[in-house]
C-alpha cells in the first residue's frame, strides 16, 4: 500500500505542477514535487496509526476521530511516553519507507532528469 501511496502521489504532484508551470520543470519544483510526496507519505503513515488506535480503542470511526482534539493528545502522548508503541512502529515505519521509496522513485528520478536536459 505505501508504495501505491507514493506512486500516486508523486505522479499526482509532478502532473500538477507541469499543469501550473506550463510545462516547464525546474530543479526546484522537482523538490516541491519531492516535499509533496514525503509529507504525503507520512500522513498515510499516520492515517494508519490513527486507524490502529480506533481499533484499539473499540472500533470507533477513524474519521470522526480527526476532528476529536482528545485523540491527537492521545496519540502524542503515547508517541512521546511510550517506548513500545513507538519500538513496534519502528519496523513498519522502515518497511513503509522503503516500499515508499520504491514507489516514487521512477517518477521523481524522471522528473529530476528533465530539470538536467533544460
Given at each position: 500500500?505505501a508504495s501505491i501511496v507514493?506512486?500516486?502521489?508523486?505522479?499526482?504532484?509532478?502532473?500538477?505542477?507541469?499543469?501550473?508551470?506550463?510545462?516547464?520543470?525546474?530543479?526546484?519544483?522537482?523538490?516541491?514535487?519531492?516535499?509533496?510526496?514525503?509529507?504525503?507519505?507520512?500522513?498515510?503513515?499516520?492515517?494508519?496509526?490513527?486507524?490502529?488506535?480506533?481499533?484499539?480503542?473499540?472500533?470507533?470511526?477513524?474519521?470522526?476521530?480527526?476532528?476529536?482534539?482528545?485523540?491527537?493528545?492521545?496519540?502524542?502522548?503515547?508517541?512521546?511516553?511510550?517506548?513500545?508503541?513507538?519500538?513496534?512502529?519502528?519496523?513498519?515505519?522502515?518497511?513503509?519507507?522503503?516500499?515508499?521509496?520504491?514507489?516514487?522513485?521512477?517518477?521523481?528520478?524522471?522528473?529530476?532528469?528533465?530539470?538536467?536536459?533544460?
Amino acid at each position: 500500500m505505501a508504495s501505491i501511496v507514493a506512486f500516486i502521489a508523486a505522479a499526482g504532484a509532478a502532473r500538477l505542477y507541469v499543469l501550473g508551470t506550463g510545462g516547464i520543470i525546474s530543479r526546484r519544483g522537482a523538490w516541491v514535487v519531492t516535499a509533496v510526496t514525503l509529507g504525503t507519505v507520512a500522513l498515510s503513515f499516520w492515517g494508519g496509526m490513527l486507524v490502529d488506535m480506533a481499533k484499539y480503542l473499540g472500533g470507533g470511526s477513524p474519521l470522526l476521530m480527526l476532528a476529536d482534539a482528545g485523540t491527537w493528545d492521545l496519540l502524542l502522548y503515547n508517541l512521546t511516553t511510550n517506548r513500545h508503541l513507538v519500538d513496534g512502529y519502528a519496523g513498519d515505519f522502515l518497511i513503509a519507507l522503503l516500499f515508499s521509496a520504491l514507489g516514487c522513485f521512477y517518477t521523481l528520478r524522471r522528473l529530476f532528469a528533465l530539470t538536467r536536459t533544460r
